[in-house]
């Protein structure tokens, strides 16, 4: 066989080269497509080989690009983003794509081997903002337009995470490695719209009564249970030295007429109440870890906002709020509405997400509620529970955060809630495997049970699908090594 | 005795069943030289802008003596409740200035349930009669018991089933929302069900059979004395009082009519004396002309508007029979007390508290809801049978009175009240060092409330 470098055609495709090799010099015009022609893709048209689907860009520089492109000719990817006058270079974002798997990519262009689809999450430092935008993808101009649209850091945040739900719906083996390149521009974008954030105090009544314990309830949008919600609670509270701290996450209703139901309460009821509302979405963590700073009490509770004492059961139930859990933390029984039982404990175990194709393999965290499904009913008697609960561990168990007890000092000590998952899910994990590697423990009360009415499974919208993908491949890289992980062969049989 | 009513509206504010009812009530307590009574209506002030007084939460009527509105501006329809901080502190005042010694609720609706809290704060020793007009503390659709999607009478009012009616709406929330007026409900010391039927359907979704006093919605009488009713030649005149919305049925009885006119060739009229027939849905209005296309020259239908009870009398006269072919379960059917006043028999749906009046043959005769043939069959029957008609017309018994009902409610409120020392004789016991506003001077502010 013989190998020909058609150094005339070459020099007749970039009339770069012509001018200044002409087209003859065989050997100068080889030695710069060795150099740098392959790497350019000379002669190569970018948009038969790469596509943004997609840009966004936000007022503080984020860029979110998603898009395809055949790795074997773009194996390397340099870009430059001109906006205004300012141009922006980077070298090498291989690491920053993140690849995944596009059949209909695929079927295009005969690449059945590599992930062809990509997502891009990253930031423009020191961004100056403008509307012309110009994105030079290895030094081509790829992608132009004059009046782009600056997002807020939050409309962004929902257009990135809405874009990353594609990789969330695929299987965790082929995506795992995926959340791990988004990783660092997703969680800049959220501590950065975490930052921004602040908490306005709109109501607040009877903060001069003494208060030994702080029942934090954080509610993102939805306030149709609240109301319902305290009128449960007032017998427990009324008069005594307790005090509810509602924090408001994206409250799109009106404020005035929340302070208003609130107050018609108070006048009811004497219970010391503050509502703090967010200016965003601060998620379950952001949020408790603010209604915990404004507590006045020694204990704190968080409550989920769909948290009910059992009817005709409350006094075992009002019992919890009134206890002491120590140095470590209390959770409690939950029961569906319908009474059956719904939460006695978690573990967390893992599995083995692999991508064979690509020779991944690495251990993603699951966690299990412990009598899910079980027949157990909220009015069991006692001997029915503790038949229902004998697998249940006493110790070493997880509880979940829709009802907590523990102590503010051990709260703090231990940090709060961690805010490195974004909105929300395992988070509470996360905070029971660190009490646990404290040597700190982790009770399920089983003497006291709750309805939480979480209602039946919605179809979850893309950006939340993608949080809890983001989250639990941040939990799983976090505690793939936890000695508290339950043992497959426990997992397998274990209710 | 001090006798607060606090019902839902007040008849010249908008005229309807509940408030015919409590303002009748407050009439005989106030015509009752051993009681003093006062009325406090709750509207809807957004509808009603013309009651509502800037900043006011209660506003007298005018011309009225111990008659008062308070208009609310909001209300949550799903769970009952007002919480309203500035209407509370207007309220309690109200409370303590009048301290009456029963307070005789008719409603929830822009009432609130929270008005029970409230009162047992403020008057503790006061007690509570609560009636049940209608079935909305079990039902959200309307109160109505009766499933649209399904078209039938709601059987089973479990909290999943509430769910058919409401896809938007979980299971769980109808749970909380039955569980919030039963914990309401609690507070409660009698309950006045106006038949049998309601009363039957609340001790079946809850309520103690022993807290519910049956005692039918009083009726004032209009005839005259030495009344003597007539007839039109042919006894082929039907009348349907009522509003002109799905439920009540009007097109049942358009069905059977039409039916009638045509397997007998016979004359029959039809006059609809209906309101409201704007909340109709247009489904349901295309029904009805449906139902008329093409109708036989025979069967004439007159529709002749709305109608008051001062002119009930006259326009029940002008018909020889009423129809009430209610799909839904009334709870009672003060029409049918109308008719009977009229000596007007009556042709009713066995359905909810209409099952419990009709004596067949004696006072009208009942149907299966929904049957346009068992009613045409009937309409058969009634039309130009002078001697049925005749013999119905003189014995059919009157409704109770307004006075007998009152009577009735007294006989409760000794009951509820017997174990209160002093409560109907004196005052009642006021939570003076109760915290909130209870015992609190009304200048305790709250926020958006004016001074």
């Keep these: 066989m013989r190998t020909t470098f058609l150094h005339k055609q070459y020099a007749d495709d970039n009339g770069d080269l012509g001018e200044l090799y002409g087209n003859e010099d065989d050997v100068a015009l080889r030695e710069h497509y060795d150099k740098y022609g392959q790497n350019e893709r000379r002669g190569v048209t970018l948009a038969d080989y790469m596509r943004i689907e997609k840009m966004a860009l936000s007022e503080d520089g984020h860029v979110c690009l998603a898009g395809w492109a055949d790795r074997r000719l773009a194996d390397r990817i340099t870009l430059s983003f001109v906006v205004g006058y300012m141009q922006y270079d980077f070298d090498d974002l291989s690491d920053r794509f993140c690849w995944y798997r596009r059949l209909d990519v695929a079927e295009a262009i005969g690449d059945f081997d590599r992930p062809s689809g990509f997502v891009l999450v990253m930031r423009i430092p020191d961004f100056d903002p403008h509307s012309a935008i110009t994105i030079l993808v290895n030094g081509k101009e790829h992608f132009q337009s004059a009046t782009t649209r600056l997002m807020s850091v939050q409309k962004f945040m929902t257009e990135a995470l809405t874009t990353c739900a594609v990789l969330a719906d695929g299987a965790i083996g082929t995506t795992m490695d995926a959340a791990r390149h988004l990783a660092p521009g997703i969680t800049e974008l959220w501590e950065t719209y975490l930052d921004r954030l602040s908490f306005s105090c709109l109501y607040e009544t009877g903060a001069d009564r003494p208060v030994n314990r702080s029942i934090i309830i954080t509610i993102y949008r939805d306030i149709s249970m609240l109301m319902p919600q305290l009128e449960t609670l007032a017998p427990a509270l009324d008069g005594q030295p307790a005090e509810v701290i509602l924090v408001l996450n994206e409250f799109t209703g009106e404020t005035h007429v929340l302070a208003d139901q609130i107050a018609a309460f108070s006048q009811l009821h004497e219970v010391s109440i503050s509502v703090h509302v967010c200016s965003g979405n601060s998620g379950f963590s952001a949020g408790n870890n603010h209604g915990a700073k404004v507590a006045r009490g020694e204990v704190l509770i968080f409550m989920n906002p769909d948290i009910f004492p059992p009817e005709g059961q409350e006094e075992q139930a009002f019992a919890f709020l009134a206890g002491d859990p120590g140095e470590g933390l209390d959770g409690a029984l939950l029961y569906y509405g319908d009474g059956s039982l719904m939460h006695s404990g978690m573990y967390t175990t893992a599995d083995m997400a692999v991508d064979a194709r690509q020779g991944f393999s690495e251990p993603v965290l699951r966690v299990e509620h412990y009598g899910k499904g079980l027949t157990a009913h909220v009015d069991d008697s006692p001997e029915e529970l503790a038949e229902a609960l004998r697998e249940v561990p006493e110790e070493g168990l997880l509880v979940t955060a829709a009802l907590w007890r523990i102590r503010k000092a051990v709260f703090d000590e231990m940090g709060g809630l961690p805010t490195d998952y974004i909105i929300a899910y395992y988070e509470d994990a996360d905070f029971c495997l660190k009490m646990l590697e404290a040597g700190r423990p982790v009770r399920l009360d089983r003497g006291s049970r709750w309805i939480h009415m979480e209602g039946v499974s919605k179809p979850r919208p893309a950006r939340l699908r993608a949080v809890m993908w983001l989250n639990r491949a941040h939990y799983s890289r976090r505690f793939a090594g936890s000695p508290f992980l339950a043992p497959a062969a426990t997992d397998l049989s274990q209710l | ?451």
């Design chain 2, 1 to 451: 005795m001090k006798f607060l009513t606090l019902s839902l509206y007040h008849p010249r504010v908008m005229r309807g069943g509940a408030q015919y009812v409590a303002k009748d009530l407050h009439d005989a307590a106030a015509a009752d030289p051993q009681v003093e009574a006062v009325m406090l209506a709750a509207i809807d002030g957004n509808r009603f802008p013309q009651y509502s007084k800037v900043g006011a939460a209660i506003t007298a009527l005018p011309d009225s003596e111990d008659e008062f509105l308070m208009p609310g501006r909001r209300f949550d329809d799903f769970f009952h409740r007002m919480y309203d901080p500035r209407r509370n502190k207007a309220l309690a005042r109200f409370l303590r200035d009048h301290r009456p010694d029963v307070i005789h609720l008719h409603h929830s609706l822009w009432v609130g349930l929270d008005v029970i809290e409230l009162i047992r704060k403020v008057l503790p020793g006061a007690r509570i009669i609560y009636t049940l007009h209608e079935y909305l503390p079990i039902c959200h659709r309307q109160g109505q018991l009766y499933r649209y999607h399904e078209g039938g009478i709601c059987q089973d009012t479990r909290p999943d089933q509430c769910t058919g009616c409401f896809p938007e709406r979980t299971t769980d929330e109808f749970i909380l929302r039955r569980r919030g007026f039963q914990s309401a409900f609690a507070r409660v010391d009698r309950f006045i069900a106006p038949s049998d039927y309601l009363k039957q359907r609340y001790v079946d979704w809850g309520l103690d059979a022993d807290r519910i006093t049956v005692i039918a919605n009083g009726h004032r009488r209009r005839r005259p004395e030495g009344f003597v009713p007539q007839h039109s030649p042919g006894l082929n005149v039907f009348g349907f009082f009522g509003q002109f919305v799905d439920a009540k049925g009007i097109d049942v009885a358009l069905k059977a009519a039409r039916r009638v006119a045509e397997t007998t060739g016979k004359p029959v009229e039809i006059k609809v004396f209906g309101g409201n027939k704007e909340y109709a849905t247009a489904d349901y209005l295309d029904k009805i002309e449906a139902v008329l296309d093409g109708a036989p020259p025979e069967l004439v239908v007159t529709e002749v508007g709305s109608y008051s009870r001062d002119n009930v009398f006259e326009l029940m006269s002008s018909v020889d029979w009423v129809l009430t072919p209610s799909i839904w379960p009334e709870t009672f059917g003060l029409v049918v007390s109308e008719a009977w006043d009229a000596r007007r028999p009556v042709l009713a749906s066995r359905a909810g508290g209409l099952s419990d009046r009709i004596i067949e043959g004696v006072n009208g005769f009942s149907f299966l809801p929904g049957s346009d043939t068992e009613l045409a069959q009937l309409m058969q029957i009634c039309i130009g049978n002078a001697e049925l008609w005749q013999s119905m017309a003189q014995e059919m018994p009157d409704e109770i009175s307004v006075e007998d009902a009152w009577a009735a409610h007294r006989a409760v409120i000794a009951d509820v009240t017997a174990d209160v020392s002093g409560a109907v004789s004196g005052a009642p016991e006021e939570a003076a060092d109760e915290p909130g506003i209870a015992g609190r001077p009304d200048s305790g502010a709250a926020p958006g409330t004016a001074g």
